[in-house]
């Protein structure tokens, strides 16, 4: 998520470029826009969430870098790192 905020266009690109997709550069940019918090946060203000067990959910939260910190325990860290967390160290992350 870090490098994601960083350079989201450099990273969608990465991303692109690992899966062989050749995708034009104002593509590539219209979607970073799409996507940013900002749109987020915005169309889900106007349109609500479209998944009936979601409606009352804040999904998009406040798109700062490590406020996980703030929001999860340690039996929410254990839980992720049961699930999710395998490849974690390898790509840089640490708790």
């Known amino acids: 998520y870090e490098d994601m905020l960083a350079d989201t266009e450099k990273c969608l690109r990465q ?3 690992y899966l062989a997709f050749d ?3 104002e593509t ?6 799409k996507a940013s918090f900002k749109s ?3 169309k889900e203000k106007k349109e609500g969430l479209k998944l009936e067990q979601l409606q009352n959910v804040n999904f998009v939260r406040k798109g700062i870098a490590g ?3 703030n929001t999860f325990e340690d039996a929410d860290i254990d839980l992720f790192n049961r699930f999710h967390g395998g490849p974690m160290p390898e ?4 708790w």
Do not use: N, P, Q
């Open 23 to 25: 995708v034009d550069g």
């Open 67 to 69: 406020d996980w910190k």
């Open 15 to 17: 991303a692109l470029d």
């Open 28 to 33: 590539i940019r219209s979607a970073v826009d």
């Open 40 to 42: 987020m946060k915005k």
């Open 91 to 94: 790509l840089g992350y640490t």
